[in-house]
């Protein structure tokens, strides 16, 4: 530092897709032109039509799909995805669940154990470590899936409506602990959801996707500081930001 000027920058992106379209070999087009940047410490959400292309949008940055056309470009390989369904496995205890990725990536037991409590520890499931997932509820089955992908301590994190099968008390405890999470790690993350109510709590900005072929509509910023309160659901501003992507949507959803 040469202590001249100081130029402030934004982090470098995890992730930049510019004109990024995809067409299965059916035909279908599930997204068109689709350009988006996403920074440490940014929270995407996306919402838009059923059909549009959210999930497949997710797919291609993870990577198990690739573009028809455009560039995508992902800075890490350290990403997390969560899913609707936590999809854990019954015959294994919530620990083993938790310590799986590790497995697959090969890291050592004492250190998959290691980072296990300490994931575990975040969302509140110590005490259940040795239940099955049977033995939990909805809410507890989505903290251990949680858990799972915080393991391989991802940079960049997919939500694929992770919450949408919770009942509303559940997912809104659900968005306050994700955003503890997001707080406390700082990594950047896509959550695609059908409420627009939760995207605007959760999401730095919120991209609002047309109807298939799935295109950007609108990207609203959700100019808020964290760490958010629950009030914040009960301000003007969040009222008017819900008015503003409700509307935005709508427009997409005629098209
Ligand atoms: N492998 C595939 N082959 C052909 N078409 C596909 C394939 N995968 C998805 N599609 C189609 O692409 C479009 C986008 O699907 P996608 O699941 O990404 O939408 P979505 O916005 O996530 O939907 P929803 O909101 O209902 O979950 C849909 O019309 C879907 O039927």
């Excluded at 995809?22 to 940047?37: M, R, Y």
């Excluded at 019954?90 to 250190?111: C, H, K, Q, S």
């Excluded at 990594?187 to 109807?211: K, N, W």
Aim: glycine share 10%; charged share 25%; with cysteine.
């Amino acid at each position: 530092m040469t202590g001249a000027s100081e130029v402030v920058t934004a982090p470098a992106p995890l992730l930049r897709l510019a004109g990024v379209t995809k067409s299965f070999p059916d035909g279908t087009d599930a997204v068109a032109g689709v350009d988006l940047v996403v920074r440490p410490g940014e929270l995407v959400a996306v919402v838009g039509p059923s059909g549009c292309g959210k999930s497949t949008l997710l797919h291609l940055v993870a990577g198990l799909a690739r573009p028809s056309g455009g560039t995508l470009t992902r800075a890490t390989d350290r990403v997390g995805y969560v899913f609707q369904d936590p999809t854990l496995l019954p015959w294994r205890t919530v620990r083993r669940n938790v310590e799986l990725f590790g497995e697959l990536a090969d890291l050592p037991r004492a250190e998959r154990r290691r980072r296990a409590e300490r994931v575990l520890a975040a969302v509140g499931l110590t005490e259940f470590a040795d239940h099955r997932p049977g033995q939990l509820s909805g809410g507890m089955r989505m903290r251990a899936a949680l858990a799972r992908a915080l393991l391989v301590e991802p940079e960049l994190f997919l939500f694929d409506e992770p919450f949408a099968a919770l009942d509303e008390i559940t997912r809104q405890d659900m968005g306050e602990e994700l955003l503890r999470l997001f707080d406390q790690r700082g990594f950047g993350a896509i959550f695609v959801t059908h409420s627009v109510a939760e995207a605007v709590y959760l999401a730095s900005r919120v991209l609002v996707m047309s109807a298939r072929p799935g295109r950007v509509l609108r990207e609203i910023e959700v100019a808020v500081a964290h760490p958010r309160r629950p009030e914040f659901r009960r301000t003007d501003t969040f009222a008017t930001l819900v008015g503003e992507v409700s509307e935005a949507l709508a427009v997409g959803s005629a098209r």
